[in-house]
């Protein structure tokens, strides 16, 4: 059995008691299993396949739990995906983005009671709740210019299609643009590749790839 227990980063890593408390508390709540789902994506992270039945077949012993530290928690990952590793050691990224899972899923869940009858329902409280998480993520901060693109599409798509939407992307980081998608393979994956490339071209070095996805 392989036990990974990880460090919090960001503001994650200075929470009050109450809300590490909250947070231990969501554990066995049904947001919980949510959390689990979304956070196998994130370590199967650039695996071609886009069944999630067949994605998370493989992987129905992997564990994640909640680890109590002075300020924050820590996570433990049991029996997680190899491919996430590089040298016995976990991705930069990958790690970063399992605690915006827990972020956006599991803090923010319990902040606005995901679950019950209590979540906003109305327009304007839906609105600043949007605006709450987005700007606990930070997609706020840098965008005082008119220079974020939104590149949506399917990820069921072809090679040529792909190459097309890389080239896009391409293109818009070769004119300092920024890009937003779903965050998944294909059609959202290609833009900020290419932008990746345009940007480093440019030597624009304060390009931003913004995800926004579902928890599915």
Same mark, same amino acid.
């Given at each position: 059995? /392989?036990?990974?227990?990880?460090?919090?980063?960001?503001?994650?890593?200075?929470?009050?008691?109450? *809300?590490? #408390? @909250?947070?231990?508390?969501?554990?066995?709540? *049904?947001?919980? %299993?949510?959390?689990?789902?979304? &956070?196998?994506?994130?370590?199967?992270?650039?695996?071609?396949?886009?069944?999630?039945?067949?994605?998370? %077949?493989?992987? *129905?012993?992997?564990? !994640?739990?909640? !680890?109590?530290? *002075?300020?924050?928690? /820590? !996570? $433990?990952?049991?029996? =997680? =995906?190899?491919?996430?590793?590089?040298?016995?050691?976990?991705?930069?990224?990958?790690?970063?983005?399992?605690?915006?899972?827990?972020?956006?899923?599991?803090?923010?869940?319990?902040?606005?009671?995901?679950?019950?009858?209590?979540?906003p329902a109305e327009g304007n409280d839906i609105t600043d709740?949007?605006?709450?998480?987005?700007?606990?993520?930070?997609?706020? $901060?840098?965008?005082?210019?008119?220079?974020? +693109?939104? &590149?949506?599409?399917?990820? #069921? +798509?072809?090679?040529?299609e792909y190459k097309y939407t890389k080239e896009v992307g391409?293109?818009?980081?070769?004119?300092?643009?920024? +890009? &937003?998608?779903? &965050?998944? =393979?294909?059609?959202?994956?290609?833009?900020?590749?290419?932008?990746?490339?345009?940007?480093?071209?440019?030597?624009?070095?304060?390009? @931003?790839?913004?995800? !926004?996805?579902? =928890?599915?």
């Amino acid at each position: 059995m /392989k036990k990974v227990q990880l460090n919090p980063v960001g503001w994650m890593s200075q929470l009050s008691q109450v *809300e590490v #408390s @909250r947070l231990q508390d969501a554990t066995n709540s *049904e947001l919980f %299993a949510m959390f689990r789902n979304c &956070c196998l994506a994130v370590l199967n992270s650039g695996v071609d396949e886009d069944n999630f039945e067949a994605l998370f %077949a493989p992987y *129905e012993n992997f564990e !994640i739990k909640l !680890i109590r530290r *002075e300020r924050g928690v /820590k !996570i $433990e990952l049991v029996n =997680p =995906p190899e491919v996430a590793f590089v040298d016995e050691q976990l991705v930069r990224g990958v790690h970063e983005h399992l605690f915006a899972v827990l972020r956006d899923l599991l803090y923010m869940g319990n902040k606005y009671a995901f679950l019950h009858q209590t979540a906003p329902a109305e327009g304007n409280d839906i609105t600043d709740m949007v605006f709450d998480m987005l700007r606990h993520a930070k997609a706020l $901060e840098g965008n005082d210019g008119v220079n974020t +693109i939104v &590149c949506w599409g399917g990820h #069921s +798509i072809n090679q040529v299609e792909y190459k097309y939407t890389k080239e896009v992307g391409y293109q818009l980081g070769l004119r300092d643009m920024n +890009i &937003c998608t779903g &965050c998944g =393979p294909g059609a959202m994956k290609g833009p900020m590749k290419g932008a990746t490339i345009g940007h480093a071209k440019q030597r624009h070095k304060t390009g @931003r790839y913004i995800g !926004i996805s579902e =928890p599915s």
